[in-house]
């Protein structure tokens, strides 16, 4: 739900009838998320809602979609971004300020590629934490490049490439604080490996989060991350796999096998399954398991991790199988699994069991 040029997606939005728009709407009707979030929605790069996102609500999830039912959210949250926020100095070193290679993180206008969370309960939106601000120098043991950016441009260059933040979810008397980021996808760079290595450092800021590392300070000035006892849910696009994937994999694996998540469901016997994923036939040779994937490269991107303090019932992935009559909504009019037709990214889900 992404374009090129501000208010694009305020207009897609609000024609009521867009085929794709239709077909996300009808797989979130059909999978029923209490919580979601939704990666590249574009907003206002201050954050809040233009428009787009109620339009997208009440002309699409709040209305029938292929024999659907519709699904309120009447909680939202659309965080600031530092999606084509343009920087004070040069990033890529031509010598001009321009987006998007200048942006603090990559996109045509502030608040491309934003992401936005949806909601049936409560948010407390005076608890919400963001390390929007926290330079990239300054994560301790970092692997920014060395000699790719001046001095000024390491001095404004922010850690995340749009935003990390914790948004508590207030369900009856208990808080789930979700984790929410979207790291940038580690290629489109050169022999520097500029994205690689910052995709690699925002999962690690994910980890430190959740260590409430001593020199973590967000942007409210505010210590630490979450506290030792905190239920809690990574989500997110974070454009790495353990196995596959031009990544690197130490972030990912240290967060995936992070003593703090539920195993079961990061990388044990309850890991998101599709019945789909399996049939697809990605451009490059894969080790990963094929109902694992979540992306049509044949990769595993995009996660919902509860913590080891929520019980897991059941989890998966939507990717029908090729006799499902569900199929149709991630298929073009020919029948083909396009990225036009919905997605490339499959949604993900995980049913927890709270006591409230």
């Given amino acids: 739900m992404s374009a090129p040029a501000p208010g694009q997606i305020l207009e897609l939005t609000a024609s009521k009838s867009d085929a794709r ?3 996300l709407a009808a797989i979130i009707q059909h999978t029923r998320p209490d919580v979601l979030m939704l990666c590249e929605f574009d907003h206002p790069g201050n954050g809040g809602d233009d428009g787009s996102v109620a339009n997208f609500c009440r002309h699409y999830l709040e209305r029938p979609q292929y024999q659907q039912q519709p699904i309120e959210y009447p909680y939202r ?3 600031p971004t530092n999606t084509g926020l343009m920087s004070p100095h040069d990033l890529d070193g031509d010598g001009v300020l321009t987006l ?6 990559f996109g045509e206008h502030h608040g491309h590629f934003g992401f936005v969370i949806l909601s049936q309960y409560p948010i407390a939106e005076n608890k919400i934490r963001s390390w929007q601000n926290m330079l990239w120098q300054d994560l301790p ?4 490049p060395a000699n790719y950016y001046s001095e000024q441009a390491e001095s404004v260059l922010r850690l995340s490439s749009k935003n990390h933040v914790v948004v508590p979810i207030e369900v009856g008397s208990q808080i789930v604080h979700l984790l929410c980021c979207h790291p940038t996808p580690p290629v489109f760079d050169g022999d520097e490996k500029r994205n690689a290595r910052r ?3 925002e999962l690690k800021l994910v980890t430190d989060i959740i260590n409430s590392a001593s020199y973590l300070r967000d942007d409210d000035g505010g210590a630490g991350g979450l506290a030792a006892k905190d239920a809690f ?4 696009d974070l454009n790495a796999d353990m196995v596959d994937g031009d990544g690197m994999k130490p972030a990912v694996r240290d967060l995936l096998l992070h003593p703090r998540l539920n195993h079961s469901v990061s990388t044990g016997k309850m ?9 697809t036939i990605p451009w490059q040779q894969r080790k990963g398991r094929g109902t694992e994937w979540t992306h049509i490269s044949g990769l595993r991107l995009d996660y919902v991790l509860p913590s080891s303090n929520l019980t897991v019932s059941q989890t998966g992935i939507f990717w029908p199988d090729k006799k499902d009559p569900m199929r149709s909504l991630i298929c073009d009019e020919r029948g083909r699994s396009r990225p036009q037709a919905g997605s490339d990214h499959r949604l993900v889900w995980v049913d927890i069991a709270l006591s409230v």
């Fill in 100 to 105: 998007p290679a200048d942006g603090l993180g």
């Fill in 141 to 144: 043991d970092n692997v920014m």
């Fill in 271 to 279: 890991t998101p399954k599709s019945l789909g994923g399996r049939f």
């Fill in 233 to 236: 849910v990574v989500m997110g």
């Fill in 77 to 79: 949250y659309c965080p």
């Fill in 21 to 23: 728009l239709s077909r």
């Fill in 199 to 201: 995709n690699h450092d």
